[in-house]
C-alpha cells in the first residue's frame, strides 16, 4: 500500500510539474528536468531489461508499465552494545518492533551497521559482540563496516564475530602488514539484486587510529586519505561493469557537528576531514557515515546526501531512493534522521528476551551490585577518581622500588558517564569505563611528563599527583631526568606520549575493576 501511494504521488508530481523528477523528502535541490513522454505504446510487454524510458516519466515508452522502484536504507551506527534498557539509555526492544515492521513492509529494503555495534554494555562486553551478531542475524542485516571499537577487543573476537555473522564485514582498507593483503574477515563491498535493482555497498574505517588501543592493532594499518578514495574509486568503478546501478558508501568516520531540521547544505571542505569530495562525482551516491555520534542529513556540493544517526541509540538514519530501472536515474525522495522517540512507544520485541536468555551464563555475573554510592557522582569526579586509583595501584605493586609521579592519563567514559545515588553494580561500571586497557607502570622523561601529562593542552587527561601540587611538582621536576608514571595500555601504546613500558599490572584487571574493588570497599559510602 505504501508503494502503491507513493508511485501515485510521483506520477502526480512528474504530471503537475511536467520536467521534474521528485525532490529530496527534507530539502530542495535535486531537481531534474526532464520532458514527460505522452505516448506509451501498450501493445507491447516488455521484460525488465528491455524498457525504455525516453522521457523520464517514470513509465516504460514501449508498454506503459511503471519503471520506477523505491529502495529503503534503515542504516545504525555506534549502537555500542546499546542491548538493554539503561538507566539514561533505551535498548532494542523497541527498535526491533519498529525495523521488523519496516521490513516487513519493503522488500526492497536495507539494513546497515556504519560501526561501532558492539563494546559500551554489559551484555555485549560479556560476550565480545556475539549477542549483537546474532541479533543482526535475526534481523537480516545485509553488511556491517567496522569501526575502530570493534578492535578493542583485538582482532581474535572479530573474527569469532564473523564466524557468527550471516552477513559480510566491509572494510575496504584495513590491510595486513605481513603481506599486505586486506584482512581475511572483511571484504570491500558487495552487489546485491533487489528489485530488477544492482546495489553496489562499498564499506570503510576511517582514520581511527588514535581511537584504538595500539597493542589491538599491531598487526594491521588503515589506509586512508587520498589512498583510500582511490581504493574506493576503483572499487566503485568494478562495481558499475559488474551492473551496480546505485553505490552507496558506509564508512565509520563523520562530520562533527549535529545539523538538524532536514537537508543541510555543506562545501566541500566542511567534509574534506574524512571524506574526498570527488567521490561524489559518479563513484558514490548515497553515503552513510558513524564515529562522531552526530545527527544530520547533509547534501554535498555534487548533490550526493550524508547521513549519520547519533549514537547510543539515539536513533538511526533512513533514506528511501527512486530508481528508474528503464533508464538509470534515480532521486532521493527520503532522507532523515529516525529519532528513538519514533519507535519507544511501541510494543515490545521478544526476541530481545530470548537473546537475553541465552547468554545468561555469559551475562549474570555483570549484573550483581557491587556497593552503595552516597551522592550523585559525574563524569569528571568519576574520572579524577579512577586516577587516584591507578596511582594507588601503582604504588602497591611497584612503589618499594620505583619513585612514582603520577598515576592517570587518557581516560575516557561512555553512556550513562555517571552514577547516581543507590547501588551500584558492576554492569553500570562496565558501561561508563568498558574499556579493557590494562595497567602499566612506564618511565617518561621530565620534559615529556610535564608536556604530554601534567600541562597537557588535552581535556580527557587525568592525573593524580600522590596529593601534591601540580605546580609544585612541575617546579620539582628535572626535564632531562627518567620520571615513572602509572597508566594504561591505551597510553603507553600511543606513541606520542614517548612513554616505555616498565612492569603490567596484573592482567584483566582494567579501570572499572578498581573502581568496583573501591566501592565494596566502601568508598563511596
Known amino acids: ?9 510521483l506520477s502526480l508530481i512528474f504530471a503537475l510539474k511536467g520536467c521534474q523528477t521528485p525532490p529530496a523528502g527534507n530539502g530542495p535541490g535535486n531537481e531534474i528536468e526532464t520532458p514527460i513522454s505522452t505516448e506509451a505504446d501498450t501493445s507491447h510487454i516488455c521484460d525488465a531489461d528491455a524498457h525504455k524510458d525516453d522521457g523520464n516519466d517514470g513509465y516504460c515508452d514501449i508498454c506503459g508499465e511503471y519503471v520506477v522502484i523505491l529502495l529503503d536504507f534503515y542504516t545504525l551506527n555506534d549502537l555500542h552494545g546499546k542491548f538493554s534498557d539503561g538507566s539514561n539509555h533505551i535498548g532494542l526492544d523497541e527498535m526491533t518492533t519498529y525495523l521488523k515492521n519496516a521490513m516487513a513492509e519493503d522488500e526492497e529494503a536495507f539494513l546497515l551497521s556504519a560501526g561501532d555495534m558492539w563494546q559500551g554494555s554489559a551484555e555485549s562486553n560479556n560476550t565480545e559482540g556475539l549477542i549483537l551478531t546474532d541479533w543482526m542475524n535475526h534481523m537480516n542485516f545485509d553488511a556491517m563496516v567496522l569501526g575502530n ?19 559480510p564485514f566491509l572494510a575496504i582498507n584495513i590491510y595486513e602488514k605481513s603481506d599486505d593483503t586486506l584482512v581475511d574477515y572483511c571484504q570491500p563491498s558487495l552487489l546485491i539484486d533487489r528489485g530488477n535493482i544492482q546495489v553496489g555497498i562499498i564499506g570503510a574505517m576511517g582514520d581511527c587510529y588514535s581511537s584504538i588501543s595500539g ?11 587520498s589512498r583510500l578514495a582511490s581504493l574506493v574509486k576503483e572499487e566503485s568503478r568494478r562495481l558499475r561493469d559488474n551492473g551496480a546501478d546505485f553505490i552507496v558508501y558506509v564508512i565509520h568516520d563523520g562530520y562533527e557537528q549535529n545539523k538538524y ?11 574534506s576531514s574524512f571524506y574526498d569530495p570527488t567521490l561524489s562525482d559518479g563513484y558514490v551516491d548515497l553515503v552513510f557515515e558513524g564515529h562522531t555520534h552526530k545527527q544530520y542529513v547533509l547534501k554535498d556540493s555534487y548533490g550526493v546526501h550524508h547521513l549519520q544517526g547519533g549514537g547510543d541509540n539515539k536513533g538511526l538514519s533512513h533514506a528511501e531512493v527512486a530508481v528508474n530501472i528503464a533508464n538509470g536515474s534515480h532521486a532521493l525522495t527520503t532522507a532523515e534522521f529516525v529519532k528513538a522517540d519514533v519507535y519507544t512507544h511501541l510494543q515490545d520485541d521478544p526476541l530481545i528476551q530470548e537473546l537475553l536468555d541465552k547468554y545468561n551464563a555469559e551475562i549474570q555475573d555483570a549484573l550483581r551490585i557491587v556497593g552503595y554510592n552516597a551522592s550523585y557522582r559525574n563524569s569528571t569526579m568519576l574520572r579524577n577518581l579512577v586516577a587516584k586509583l591507578y596511582y594507588e595501584a601503582g604504588m602497591e605493586a611497584w612503589g618499594d622500588t620505583y619513585n612514582i609521579t603520577l598515576g592517570g592519563g587518557f581516560i575516557s567514559v561512555r553512556s550513562p558517564y555517571e552514577i547516581p545515588a543507590g547501588d551500584v553494580s558492576y554492569a553500570t561500571l562496565q558501561s561508563i569505563f568498558p574499556f579493557d586497557n590494562d595497567l602499566v607502570l612506564c618511565s617518561i622523561k621530565g620534559s615529556d611528563l610535564i608536556s604530554r601529562f601534567i600541562n597537557t593542552n588535552n581535556s580527557n587527561y587525568y592525573i593524580y599527583l600522590g596529593g601534591q601540587d601540580k605546580q609544585t611538582v612541575v617546579a620539582s621536576i628535572d626535564r632531562n631526568a627518567t620520571y615513572y608514571i ?14 616505555t613500558e616498565v612492569a603490567r599490572y596484573e592482567s584483566g584487571i582494567y579501570a572499572r575493576d578498581l573502581l568496583a574493588a573501591y566501592i565494596q570497599q566502601g568508598g563511596l559510602s
Not at 531540521?261 to 567534509?271: D, E, I, Q
Not at 602509572?486 to 612513554?499: E, G, I, K, M
Open 486 to 499: 602509572v597508566t594504561d595500555t591505551y597510553c603507553s601504546t600511543y606513541a606520542p606520549n614517548r612513554l
Open 215 to 225: 597493542d589491538k592493532t599491531q598487526d594491521i594499518y588503515f589506509i586512508t586519505d
Open 261 to 271: 531540521g532536514g537537508v543541510t547544505n555543506v562545501n566541500s571542505s566542511s567534509l
Open 1 to 9: 500500500m505504501k508503494k502503491q501511494l507513493l508511485f501515485l504521488l
Open 149 to 167: 571499537h570493534e578492535y578493542d577487543w583485538g582482532e581474535a573476537a572479530i573474527k569469532k564475530n564473523a564466524e557468527m555473522a550471516d552477513f
